[in-house]
């Protein structure tokens, strides 16, 4: 396993990380959930990622409680802030009161004294920045949580927020979490310009595009029982011809490597270095020891080319 700084701080992540979105303390059965993430820590993964709102907190506690088995300095923990947690009005989210409250309740549910990364999981137009950045920097001088992030915030609202927190000397954020996979590639035009002028490294999630370019899906439209598609209610359009036909030629390309297409399109993301990891979501223990094999593959000038020809095509 490979390592990469976090975008401007010191805290070293590996190449391929673990999230527990759509599985852990979910539809993923708890014996496979627990076993991945031990494959995961095995294979030399040390950066584990969660939320508040995945499963209403049930995948914080079946993380936290499977991480507890290792030594504490070994692994990075993240979690988030921002999705509806209850009825009222304060229970989503990114006001102070907010921030605080589901800070604790996290802390709770995972058994952990800190997190090592908090995320604002989404850009909230309601509270001010600066409240926001605040209550992140108590936390951090507080020490129940190490580093600040964001998710799916567009380069203008990040910039924003380095402005204010450099005007009133806040913690500065250092990651975002943002969508990135061969078929989704918005980040390129500003996010990614932005984060290597700044100081901000993208953890990227659905890199393999929930399953699609692992090759698992052959029919446009028909998503396998009890994948994530499925789970998703994904369209037609999300598994169309073009793309599997694309896939299809990606797979060739992987073959002449001799690697698995998801391998190939890992690596492809990794070729970013403003990307300090992609975040991947596993079901079975054999697909953590899959994924993790695409940490350290470098591929040539002219695989990208292909590669760029066949997306482009």
């Known amino acids: ?46 950066f584990f990622d969660t939320a508040n709102v995945y499963e209403r907190g049930a995948a914080e506690e079946l993380l936290g409680q499977t991480l507890k088995a290792y030594p504490r300095e070994s692994y990075v923990l993240a979690t988030k802030v921002f999705g509806k947690m209850g009825d009222g009005p304060n229970d989503q989210g990114l006001s102070r009161k907010h921030i605080m409250e589901q800070c604790d309740a996290s802390l709770k549910r995972l058994g952990h004294d800190y997190v090592d990364l908090y995320y604002c999981h989404r850009y909230h137009a309601d509270t001010p920045i600066d409240e926001t950045l605040r209550a992140l920097d108590d936390l951090v001088r507080q020490g129940k949580m190490l580093y600040v992030g964001v998710s799916m915030w567009t380069a203008a609202q990040m910039e924003a927020a380095l402005g204010t927190a450099d005007r009133y000397l806040l913690d500065r954020i250092v990651v975002n979490q943002p969508v990135y996979n061969m078929f989704q590639r918005e980040i390129e035009h500003e996010v990614i310009p932005l984060g290597e002028a700044k100081g901000i490294g993208q953890v990227v999630y659905s890199p393999l595009a929930q399953g699609l370019l692992t090759g698992k899906y052959t029919a446009p439209g028909q998503a396998p029982e009890g994948s994530r598609a499925a789970k998703l209610g994904w369209k037609e359009d999300r598994i169309s011809e073009e793309k599997i036909a694309k896939v299809r030629q990606l797979e060739k390309v992987a073959a002449e490597l001799d690697i698995k297409v998801g391998q190939l399109a890992l690596a ?45 095509s």
């Open 1 to 46: 396993m490979k390592y990469r700084r976090l975008g401007r701080s010191g805290l070293k992540v590996s190449e391929i990380s673990l999230g527990s979105w759509l599985t852990y303390g979910g539809y993923v059965e708890r014996e496979n959930a627990v076993l991945a993430i031990r494959t995961a820590y095995d294979e030399g993964v040390n």
């Open 268 to 312: 492809w993301i990794l070729r970013q270095p403003n990307v300090a990891s992609a975040l991947v979501g596993a079901s079975r223990p054999d697909q953590v020891t899959e994924n993790v094999k695409a940490s350290g593959i470098e591929l040539s000038a002219d695989v990208l080319e292909r590669i760029e020809q066949i997306l482009n």
